[in-house]
């Protein structure tokens, strides 16, 4: 069995294929944005996690792998996407001889990727959660007419600023977000981003780090 590289993932002509696709449905339904700008950030994040926590270097590129084919399944639909990316993922990875071991954990991640369903059941699966969850950025935003902007629209938009930051000595991870809240108050965002917030804690919780939330300088979680 050979050793499927991130490199070799990030450059497969069919996965680039399905995740355009994928990302082309969404904007069709009004989604933010999901495209490759999405799913690179979410693979480098998550691996730079695992990388400063101590896991291994093929931990972390397993979370990279995770993290880039986490929503191709968008592509089939958006309900149940985890589901679909992590079936579509398992034929993929297998075709490119993936040891078993390995697919198991990356699929295992990405099928609990999704806010409704999700669990941190593994390092990389958390990894995962805290990387995705915590992509809120107002270039995510297509629609340009802010009189039609629903309230995820609104609560991205108002996003100037956002950082995951991790203190390994600490073991405390931080999502450090400015907002403007003449776009969204924070009781807005928290409308929104309440579960997500909550699950990161969880996710964060497995990786024996604390999870912290800033909104404006203000400690909110
Ligand atoms: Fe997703
Ligand atoms: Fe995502």
Redesign the pocket.
Known sequence: MSHVTFKQVQNHAEIKTYIQKADEALEKQGYTE?SFA??TK?AETAKDLLIRLGYSEREAELAQIAGFL??IGNVINRVDHAQSSAVMAFRILDRMKMPPDEVATVIAAIGN?DEETAFAVSPIAAALILA?KS?VRRTRVRNRDFATFDIHDRVNYAVEDSRLILDADTRSITLDLKIDTKICSVVDYFEIFLNRMLLCRRAADFLECQFRLNVNGTALL
Do not use: L, W
């Open positions: 999901h999405h799913v979410v986490h929503d990727h995705d992509d």
